[in-house]
């Protein structure tokens, strides 16, 4: 059967500052080494909500507050289509400046509350000055029911953060991970971001998939299997090299206990 995935991009213009965009380019390949079709479909302010609606996997880049601004209005007149694919159980992954627009509020570092889609139970917020903003390597390991049992793999997660921001989950989200390394969402209680239903928020910039296949993988394979109804296995590729660079981090951040399943 001839497979097709339909990623929906938000804003690429304005929420890539980060380089995020690697994450997009990252998901084409892999889907294309095994003959996936796969289509990037651009959403922008001017994009239908029914357009919206037929994307099988949704992916949010960082961004500066300036742009968060400005986009949190428009997502705020689509809020419904989001939420009703994200119940539906279509997959997104949310880096750093666009899960901040999702959970309850985001305080940016001038002090101005923007309302947030309220998607995740958590808030974010800016402390100006009084807190050093969040810089450097990372590495989270994988927490709770979040597992990615296929193969061989880890459950440490590595990344770039870079956010001045800081989240605080409410009791009705779950964390991505659990920091061993870096900030996490706030320096403080050891969390790294979020998870709801089968949707990842995350500060991890890198950008994050390539050098963490397992979870561009996991969101592949729950893509298509939301879009046909039933699980689809994904031929494993050669990533030996991917694997490499992961690995790199967790050496350079001396993090020698590498747990596989
Ligand atoms: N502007 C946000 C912050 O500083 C997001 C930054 C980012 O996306 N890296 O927290």
């Known amino acids: 059967m001839n497979f097709q995935l339909k990623i929906g991009w938000l804003y690429p213009d304005l929420m890539s500052t980060y380089g995020d965009r690697g994450n997009i380019i990252c998901l084409k390949r892999r889907c294309q080494w095994r003959r996936i079709n796969i289509n990037v ?14 994307c099988d996997l949704i992916m949010g880049g960082g961004a500066q507050d300036r742009q968060q601004s400005i986009v949190i209005t428009d997502l705020h007149q689509k809020v419904s289509i989001y ?5 539906r159980g ?12 999702l959970g309850h509020y985001y305080m940016t ?13 958590f808030v974010t917020r800016h402390f100006g000055n009084d807190k050093p903003r969040c810089i450097g390597n990372t590495v989270g390991r994988l927490t709770g029911d979040w597992q990615f049992r296929v193969g061989n793999l880890r459950d440490t997660i590595v990344g770039f953060e870079n956010h001045g921001g800081r989240t605080y989950l409410g009791k009705d989200v779950k964390p991505f991970a659990k920091v061993i390394k870096g900030y996490g969402n706030n320096g403080e209680d050891k969390t790294e971001g979020a998870v709801y239903k089968n ?3 995350c500060y991890f910039h890198g950008p994050f998939l390539p050098k963490n296949p397992h979870i561009a993988d996991w969101l592949i394979s729950k893509s298509l299997e939301i879009r046909y109804k039933k699980e689809i296995k994904l031929e494993p590729l050669d ?19 590498v747990e596989s399943f």
């Open 199 to 201: 949707v990842i928020a």
């Open 109 to 121: 570092g001038d002090g101005k509350e923007l309302e947030g889609l309220g998607i995740f139970d």
């Open 83 to 87: 939420k009703e694919m994200f119940e």
């Open 90 to 101: 279509v997959p997104g992954l949310f880096v750093c400046g666009s899960p901040q627009l």
């Open 41 to 54: 479909f651009n959403i922008d302010r001017d994009t239908r909500e029914a357009e919206i609606a037929k």
């Open 239 to 257: 990533d030996t090299l991917e694997w490499k660079a992961h690995d790199f981090i967790l050496k350079k951040l001396k993090v020698y206990k």
